[in-house]
């Protein structure tokens, strides 16, 4: 069964960084599609980037580029989406997703399984 644990979540101010992780169990790891969403208060949950073990290939939505990097460690089975600059904007409930078909893709509808979620909250 796969499952998914999202952590590093936490309150930060405006300006500062902080590393989410997701451990990842139940599939090889050695062929995956893992992707980043979020969902703030009131709002759709929407995609922030994803990665695909296949080409290693990566992609950001525009509101994080340049201030967010995904990334994997294969030994641990685990996804980081590391986060500076962060906003208040950026506020939201984090969630990683697994992709079975292993295509990277930030349209949530492609994900088949996901994680608890972590929060994340950016003071101004």
């Known amino acids: 069964e796969v499952q998914l644990v999202e952590s590093g979540g936490g309150l930060v101010q405006a300006g500062g960084s902080l590393r989410l992780s997701c451990a990842a169990s139940?599939?090889?790891?050695?062929?995956?599609?893992i992707g980043w969403f979020r969902q703030a208060p009131g709002k759709e949950r929407e995609g922030v980037s994803c990665?695909?073990?296949?080409?290693?290939?990566?992609y950001y939505a525009d509101s994080v580029k340049g201030r967010f990097t995904i990334s994997s460690d294969n030994a641990k089975n685990t996804v980081y989406l590391q986060m500076n600059s962060l906003k208040s904007e950026d506020t939201a409930v984090y969630y990683c997703?697994?992709?079975?078909?292993?295509?990277?893709?930030?349209?949530?509808?492609?994900?088949?399984?996901w994680g608890q979620g972590t929060q994340v909250t950016v003071s101004s």
């Open positions: 139940g599939f090889t790891f050695d062929d995956y599609a």
């Open positions: 990665i695909s073990s296949s080409d290693g290939s990566t």
């Open positions: 997703a697994d992709n079975r078909a292993i295509v990277a893709t930030l349209f949530l509808e492609e994900y088949d399984y």
